[in-house]
Structure formats: C-alpha cells, structure tokens
C-alpha cells in the first residue's frame, strides 16, 4: 500500500514538475506579444507626430513666404504711392514756373521790351527738365537718362538740380544699372535742402541690396530711419529690414 501511494505522489510531483515551465513559457510569450504590440502603437504615434510636426512645418515655412511676399508688395505699392506724388508736386512746380514766365513775357511784351537772358534761360532749363521728365513718364528711361545727364551738364546749379539728380537715379535703377544709380541717388547729398533726400537714402539703401552689399544697405536704411523717422521713406526702410532680416541677411 506504502508502495502505491509513493508511485502516485511520484507520478504528481512529475506532472508538476512539467506544468510549471509550460505555464512559464506561456507567459513569456504573452508579455513579448504585448511588448510588441505597445511598439507598435508607440510607432504609430511617433509616426504621426512626426507627420504632424512636417505639415505644421510646411505650414510654417508657406506663412512666412506669403508673408515676405505681402510686406514686398506693400513696399512697392508705397513706393510707388510716393513716387506719383512726387511727380505731381514737380509737375505743380513746373506749371507755376510757366505760369511765371509767361507773366514775365506778357509784361514784356505789353511794355515793348524783349525777354531778358535770365528769362531765356530760365526756359531753356525748364525745356530741358521738361522733356527728360516727359520721357521718364513715357518709361522711355535711355532717353529720361540722357536728358537728365543733359541737365546737369548745363544747369549744375539749376532750380531742379536735386530733383534731375534723383531721376536720374531711378531711370537708371529701372534699368537695373545700380551701380550708376547709386551713384546718382548718393549725388543728392549735395543739396542739403532737397526734399529728395530721404528718397535717396531709401534708394541708396536698394541699389546697396541689389549689389549684394547687405551690411552698407543696412546702414543705409538705419540712417534713413534715425534722421528722417517720420517720413514714408523710412516706413519702406522698415520693410526692407524686416526682409533683409526673414532672409537671414
């Protein structure tokens, strides 16, 4: 009897002995398929997250391209903007020379004496002036340059000495000839009461930037700001800076 109850606890202990390792093996298998699914949702996550962070990237980069191109197109509009009303305070200022001369030269005639040298003069200058301004209005800028060249040949001190100075300037910075442009637009320096000034700082600044002198365009643009704050042309140095700036020069 002893005999058959140690075969029988034998025989338990054997079948024990076997369950356990098959429970363990069983359990391993269960915790690496858990593992492996958390990775995979983990993968998943990180995969969408990075998805996520190139669209909102993307996003970023196409916001601050619309961005440039809105603050370009505002600075061209004021320029332009400023540019049209220059023309026409030139044009007032030319009518109201005429309108004096031919004051002068009725006076003249009613009282029988010819015009005076300075009168003739005064309307071969404003002939000059008149017809380089014409052709620039025209965007015939070869012709504008040369008559404006003309001008200053023979009137360095003329009346409208700054303002030919000036658009000379931009006939030639329409042609993308910066380099003389800048020289011009540097020339109205010279006329420290111009009210071209600040105008020429601006595009002293631009033709430096199109020469890809960005430290000297900076400069300029900076003077443009601390000497003339509240004109339209520091606004549009402004824009430039912040452009310069979204470029990285």
Known sequence: MRRIVGAHALALLG????????????????????????????????KRMNQSLVELQQQIDTSRQELRSLRGQIEEARHQLETLQQQQRDLYGDLDRRLLLLENGGAA???GTP?????????DEQSVYGDAFAALKANRYEDA?????????????GPRADSATYWLGEAQYVQQD???????????????????L?????????????LKAFKNARASL????????????????QAR???MNDEGR
Do not use: H
Request: hydrophobic share 45%; proline share 6%; with cysteine.
């Open 15 to 46: 079948l024990l002995a076997v369950a356990q390792p098959a429970a363990a093996a069983l359990s391993n298998k269960e915790l690496e398929a858990q593992a492996s699914a958390i990775d995979a949702r983990v993968g998943a996550l990180e």
């Open 109 to 111: 005639a009613a009282a």
């Open 115 to 123: 015009p005076t040298a300075p009168d003739v003069m005064f309307a």
């Open 145 to 157: 340059v040369k008559g404006f060249q003309l001008y200053l040949t023979k009137y360095p001190k």
């Open 178 to 196: 910066y380099t003389n442009a800048l020289k011009s637009f540097q020339g109205v320096a010279a006329f420290p009461e111009s009210r071209k």
């Open 198 to 210: 600040p105008d020429s700082l601006l595009k002293i600044g631009y033709c430096q930037y199109e």
């Open 222 to 237: 900076q003077k443009l700001i601390s000497t003339y704050p509240d004109s339209d042309a520091a606004k549009l140095a």
């Open 241 to 243: 800076i912040a452009k």
